[in-house]
């Protein structure tokens, strides 16, 4: 998972993958088409290089919809059905994301499969394993919610003007755990910042790309 | 400075005072909030009216903007603390005066969940609006909520969950009440921000409420039924 493995030249900025939707076409006519979390793109990128795949196309939505899940369903469903015949098949890169099983519904309407999961704090740990932390008190950030803390965290929070609101969000959370999904010294201590801010105790897991890189791999060679 | 600083509370007659109270209410200055309360007490008004005539209207005027996506959690958090601060001075006075009362809340967040900002807004809101809440707090298995069931005697049992892998656990609660055969004692209100109504009907709960607002207006609505039915 090296950087220069990775076709990460082709992405625009976090930001854009925050705010914009974006695609990364395949060399060639693709057969696969993942739509993606924005929050995704880069590690989606890293396992299609690891893999040599050259048969994919990669289309994200922006990631902060996941401040308000309940427009996912639809925001996927709307490119499903606009891509749906130029494909042999899509693959939905979102777990449930807080959409309370209405992402399952519609992907299953549709005809399409997802991600197994409740969100990306589990698969990237991996479903299984993270089903038996019972960690309740630990809010989770990946690299890429590092990366965008501000976006994601503190201006919606209304933490950047009103820090006085802090532990009304906070709490009752104890730790700060920041699943690294890579090795990057600069992002840690970025995190370590983040827990600063938020008054939480701060604990880096290595997780690297966990049922993420198992899912595609068992999809992807089979198209 | 700015013009609103230049606003001396006490000498505001009594209608523009709760207008004022309103506004300061809608942008969370809790010791404005504090100081109008006390102007309103000491000019004679009862706990009782200036909870309903200055707190709960304006709160209620947040509610609608934050439903219509005017004002955001930031603002609705601010504007709570305010009316919290008013709140904490009223309480003990409407123990005191009998302020009338709706009926009985038992309140918490479920099993696994530590999020209990909607949980709180909700119980502010219905204690504003005469009812009496026990709140269980954060993170309540099935057994805490029997045992304050048992002993509470609520008219409304109020389930909160924010994640989706926690919010299944109001159906454990609701079949072990139906297992007992007293889920019929109560009214089961359950909200959250993943949840919906086909959810909560699926579950077995009276109602799915959206926000605080319509949680107060589901349970008075309940308590009224309620009423009629036991004077029919």
Known sequence: ?223 | MSEEDDIILSELDDEELVQQMMDDLYDGLKEEIEEGVNILLERGWTPYDVLTKALVAGMTIVGHDFRDGILFVPEVLLAANAMKGGMAILKPLLAETGAPRMGKMVIGTVKGDIHDIGKNLVSMMMEGAGFEVVDLGINNAVEAYLEALDSEKPDILGMSALLTTTMPYMKVVIDTLKEKGIRDDYVVLVGGAPLNEEFGRAIGADAYCRDAAVAVETAKDFMSRRHNQMNG
Not at chain 1, 205 to 214: A, I, K
Request: with cysteine; net charge negative.
């Open chain 1, 1 to 223: 998972m090296t950087a220069d493995t990775t076709p990460r030249d082709a992405l625009p900025d976090d930001s854009a993958l925050t705010f914009e939707n974006t695609e990364v076409d395949a060399p060639r006519a693709a057969r696969l088409l993942l739509l993606a979390c924005g929050a995704l793109a880069r590690e989606v990128l890293d396992i299609i290089a690891i893999n040599k795949w050259t048969h994919i196309d990669l289309m994200c939505l922006p990631a902060i919809l996941h401040n308000s899940p309940e427009k996912i369903p639809d925001a996927v469903a709307e490119k499903v059905i606009a891509h749906r015949n130029d494909y042999d098949k899509i693959f939905v890169l979102y777990a449930d994301c807080g959409t309370g099983g209405l992402l399952q519904a519609r992907c299953k309407d549709l005809g399409v499969q997802m991600l197994d999961g409740p969100h990306c704090y589990s698969f990237f740990e991996g479903n299984t394993a993270f089903a038996a932390n019972d960690e309740i008190s630990a809010f989770y950030l990946t690299d890429f919610l590092v990366r965008q803390f501000d976006a994601f965290v503190i201006k919606p929070l209304g933490l950047d003007r009103h820090p006085q609101l802090r532990d009304m969000y906070f709490g009752h959370y104890t730790k700060l755990v920041y699943q690294a999904q890579t090795e990057d010294p600069a992002l840690t201590e970025k995190a370590r910042a983040c827990a600063d801010r938020l008054g939480l105790a701060f604990e880096r897991r290595v997780t690297g790309y966990g049922d993420l890189q198992r899912s595609l791999e068992q999809v992807a060679p089979h198209i």
